[in-house]
Antibody
Framework: EVQLLESGGGLVQPGGSLRLSCAAS????????MSWVRQAPGKGLEWVSA????????NYADSVKGRFTISRDNSKNTLYLQMNSLRAEDTAVYYCAKSRDLPDSRSFECWGQGTLVAVSS | DIQMTQSPSSVSASVGDRVTITCRAS??????LAWYQQKPGKAPKLLIYTASSLQSGVPSRFSGSGSGTDFTLTISSLQPEDFATYYC?????????FGQGTKVEIK
């Protein structure tokens, strides 16, 4: 059974940093692209960032480009999101999501339970 | 960026009703469209991928259609567990934009 378990969320001041982790199990982690998707309180879904299975290719939403860094450790089956220069508008539940097989690698067939990031002074 | 426009934003329906949700892309995305269901406090769940393919384990009352710019999610006979918010998502290119969501409520 595929499982994704996020951690690392919490309350941080504006301008601060946080690193989210997503521990994966139940599938060959290195074979799949992974993404982070967020949802602000009471709002819709927003794709944040994606990384290829090897980690050699990354993509970011304009809203986080230059501030967030996605990475993965395939030896530990873990996905990360380093978030710097956090703003109030980054407040959201952050989900990690497993992509489907190629060629449909941008749809998400499995999601974690989410971790809440709150940016406030 | 490709914009995704869903309609309606909410719909009130009764158990057994047929419900249709539409999603329009601002430019052609072939069949690279997915539909997700989200219940309050829960993660989204994939229902449909590549516009019309039913995800494993999803009841057959859910179906998807369309290609290019216009897409539809249909629930043929609404069940109590289907009351939720539904999102379309273009998987054609980054950034992978979502529709604003359609809340299906009990009438």
């Amino acid at each position: 059974e595929v499982q994704l378990l996020e951690s690392g969320g919490g309350l941080v001041q504006p301008g601060g940093s946080l690193r989210l982790s997503c521990a994966a199990s139940g599938f060959t982690f290195s074979s799949y692209a992974m993404s982070w998707v967020r949802q602000a309180p009471g709002k819709g879904l927003e794709w944040v960032s994606a990384i290829s299975g090897s980690g050699g290719s990354t993509n970011y939403a304009d809203s986080v480009k230059g501030r967030f860094t996605i990475s993965r450790d395939n030896s530990k089956n873990t996905l990360y999101l380093q978030m710097n220069s956090l703003r109030a508008e980054d407040t959201a539940v952050y989900y990690c999501a497993k992509s489907r097989d190629l060629p449909d690698s941008r749809s998400f067939e499995c999601w974690g339970q989410g971790t809440l990031v709150a940016v406030s002074s | 960026d490709i914009q995704m426009t869903q309609s309606p934003s909410s719909v009130s329906a009764s158990v057994g009703d047929r419900v249709t949700i539409t999603c329009r892309a601002s430019q052609g995305i072939s069949s690279w469209l997915a539909w997700y269901q989200q219940k309050p406090g829960k993660a989204p769940k994939l229902l449909i991928y590549t516009a019309s393919s039913l995800q494993s384990g999803v009841p057959s009352r859910f179906s998807g259609s369309g290609s290019g710019t216009d897409f539809t999610l249909t629930i043929s006979s609404l069940q109590p567990e289907d009351f939720a918010t539904y999102y379309c998502h273009q998987a054609n290119s980054f950034p992978g934009t979502f529709g604003q969501g359609t809340k299906v409520e009990i009438k």
